[in-house]
């Protein structure tokens, strides 16, 4: 999670191999429990479903484009829903530029091979707060 300037506020753990974003926000933050209830919160459509299982009116996330089919060969979005998707990527920007400055940094980039357990936490931690430190000069 970053703010706005692209200060990295929040890292979740690290996992191993392929895993969808969405999996791992259920599995590092559980929603039985109220996570989102002080905070707005933008998602991509790596999230689908997070408003169900949150329950939180503060969780902003784009509208997906309908399926093709015979009945609907030409799927589109509204000019409202378009307008509105915008909108969250424009926001949701400061996170991706905040993920590729600590990418500047190319233990993050090469493949990690490593024997410590955990020990990817520590890096990611490291390379934020350099990243950060960067944000602060």
């Not at 940094?105 to 520590?122: A, G, M, W």
Request: net charge neutral.
């Amino acid at each position: 999670m970053s703010l706005s300037n692209k200060f990295i506020v929040f890292l979740g753990r690290t996992f191993s191999g392929h895993n969808h974003d969405y999996t791992m926000l259920k599995q590092e933050l559980p929603p039985h429990l109220d996570w989102f209830t002080d905070i707005h919160v933008q998602v991509d459509l790596g999230y689908l479903g997070i408003q169900a299982d949150y329950r939180d009116d503060q969780i902003a996330i784009p509208t997906k484009k309908p399926r093709k089919s015979k009945k609907n060969p030409r799927p589109e979005l509204s000019d409202e829903q378009k307008t509105e998707n915008k909108a969250l990527s424009q926001v949701r920007i400061f996170v991706e530029h905040a993920i590729g400055g600590m990418k500047r940094y190319n233990i993050l980039v090469h493949t990690f091979r490593n024997r410590i357990e955990n020990f990817e936490d520590d890096v990611i931690g490291i390379c934020a707060g350099l990243w950060n430190l960067l944000l602060s000069y």
